[in-house]
């Protein structure tokens, strides 16, 4: 096999939505003993084809009432808090991830979705639901939550701060960490084993694409695995 290398992050996330599946890399994060580094499986992507790969910009969102938004925060008296400034400072292979608010409300939809294309965003994972579907699979932009649900945010919830660490259901997601995702599920990879973990795994892969094709050829599980070690 030859060596895996990439010079910029252009490169690596193409490696990566070309030749790597989450199920290897969660294999290859267990071994690491990196145990819990995959997103609740309720976050699934809007079509079955979809695959994220990039940077966490992540954003933290809490609920609000908008009626009552003249408290001592002044944040909470802007539209929708940060999540202008959020979508703004998109950059280029970054993925929005938002958690923090409670399921009630869409946390990201098409126009939200537009501008982070338009800024070079690869795509959205959010601890809550959508909205504008039609919209988002027009844009062909990979999202990934729990579903479709158009209520809005606007009267419900606020952006609170953007590019800190959040923790979605125990798992811990840094700014600038790898978010890799597809059908089936979304997997975080931190920052400073990401590096070994991708050349792992693509290492993996591999193998693993040749005990499929001798288990095709007849060898059975127990002799293939005795041979390349992987199952």
Same mark, same amino acid.
């Given at each position: 096999?030859?060596?895996?290398?990439?010079?910029?992050?252009?490169?690596?996330?193409?490696?990566?939505?070309?030749?790597?599946?989450?199920?290897?890399?969660?294999?290859?994060?267990?071994?690491?003993?990196?145990?819990?580094?995959?997103?609740?499986?309720?976050?699934?992507?809007?079509?079955?084809?979809?695959?994220?790969?990039?940077?966490?910009?992540?954003?933290?969102?809490?609920?609000?009432?908008?009626?009552?938004?003249?408290?001592?925060?002044?944040?909470?008296?802007?539209?929708?808090?940060?999540?202008?400034?959020?979508?703004?400072?998109?950059?280029?292979?970054?993925?929005?991830?938002?958690?923090?608010?409670?399921?009630? @409300?869409?946390?990201?939809? +098409?126009?939200?979705?537009?501008?982070?294309? &338009?800024?070079? /965003?690869? #795509? %959205?994972?959010?601890?809550?639901?959508?909205?504008?579907?039609?919209?988002?699979?027009?844009?062909?932009?990979?999202?990934?939550?729990?579903?479709?649900?158009?209520?809005?945010?606007?009267?419900?919830?606020?952006?609170?701060?953007?590019?800190?660490?959040?923790?979605?259901?125990?798992?811990?997601?840094?700014?600038?960490?790898?978010?890799?995702?597809?059908?089936?599920?979304?997997?975080?990879?931190?920052?400073?084993?990401?590096?070994?973990?991708?050349?792992?795994? @693509?290492?993996?892969?591999? +193998?693993?694409?040749?005990?499929?094709?001798? &288990?095709?050829? /007849?060898? #059975? %599980?127990?002799?293939?695995?005795?041979?390349?070690?992987?199952?």
């Amino acid at each position: 096999m030859d060596k895996l290398t990439w010079k910029n992050d252009d490169e690596l996330f193409e490696i990566m939505r070309d030749k790597l599946y989450s199920a290897v890399i969660g294999d290859i994060l267990d071994k690491m003993k990196y145990f819990h580094q995959f997103l609740p499986q309720r976050i699934q992507p809007l079509r079955d084809d979809m695959i994220v790969a990039g940077r966490a910009m992540t954003v933290l969102e809490a609920d609000a009432f908008e009626e009552l938004s003249d408290g001592q925060n002044p944040i909470m008296k802007k539209p929708f808090g940060l999540m202008l400034e959020a979508l703004d400072d998109i950059k280029k292979n970054e993925v929005y991830i938002c958690t923090g608010s409670s399921p009630n @409300y869409a946390l990201v939809g +098409e126009l939200m979705s537009t501008r982070m294309k &338009i800024l070079g /965003g690869v #795509g %959205a994972v959010v601890n809550g639901f959508h909205r504008d579907t039609k919209g988002i699979l027009e844009l062909d932009f990979p999202c990934f939550s729990y579903g479709r649900y158009a209520q809005d945010q606007a009267p419900r919830g606020k952006v609170i701060d953007i590019r800190v660490p959040i923790e979605i259901e125990g798992v811990r997601v840094n700014p600038g960490d790898i978010i890799f995702g597809d059908m089936d599920g979304v997997v975080v990879i931190p920052k400073e084993v990401e590096e070994e973990v991708i050349k792992l795994a @693509y290492k993996k892969a591999t +193998e693993e694409k040749m005990v499929s094709n001798a &288990i095709k050829a /007849g060898m #059975g %599980a127990k002799e293939s695995f005795d041979k390349y070690g992987v199952m």
